[in-house]
């Protein structure tokens, strides 16, 4: 039976923060539905978001690694340890409407594990081995791509030679861009999502991150303007309790995420 989205403060991540944010992404109600229905198939049970287990349940072809983990932990903004249905429209988003550079850049910044601004050679396999899985080892293709990469290197890549390289051999991400076209296609077409990459660039510009375009969209942003309006502390749904000290855990992943490169 198909769940219809309500705006429901009372779950995480449907209440009002998220109808605002899904507004700022120019995300219209069928869309939403849409995504909501996607989000429903993964929580397999029910309870409202996403757990480790059912992120990997829903992408049987990816082997657990610390890169992997990575990506759960990206999607989860808040650090709960869940992926609520805000979240995981914001992900979906992002990464649906990413243009090729904006992609490769996430690409990027997701395997700079340290923040160094470079890939360095253990970084730099990492990538390969998460992008190609087993095959990379009996894939000639691939193989001959890092030597290359290796060729004349100071055993670190700056985004600017990972990005060069890429434009020259843009198999070592294709999987990252076939995934990119499943999702678009899965949730609402090519065409959809086309539009809407045009959109983000045209009217954000090339270099914005989601982190701007929801500057002031953050959870705890969010609570102090709902604060200011109603006079009074806003109860936001989070999971467990939300005493102090729960919400400076849960703030060190988020703050930390700015510092990444997108
Ligand atoms: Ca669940
Ligand atoms: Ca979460
Ligand atoms: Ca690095």
Redesign the pocket.
Known sequence: MRVVFVVDDEKPGQGRLAELTFQRLGIDDKTVQMMFDMFNEI?????????LE?FYRALPYVKRSPFSDRVFSIMDEDGSG?IDFREFVVAVWNYCTFELKALVKFAFGLFDLDGSGFLEQDELEELIKEVYGDTYDSNVRVQRIVDKLYENKDGQISFMEFQNFNQKYPALLYPAFEMQQLLRRRIYGAAFWEKLTKARYAHRGRNSNIFEILNDLTRDKFKAQMDDLTGGPTALPRVGDASAKEETKADAPASRRHTAKF
């Open positions: 929580d397999l049970d029910g309870s409202g978001e996403i757990d059912e869940e």
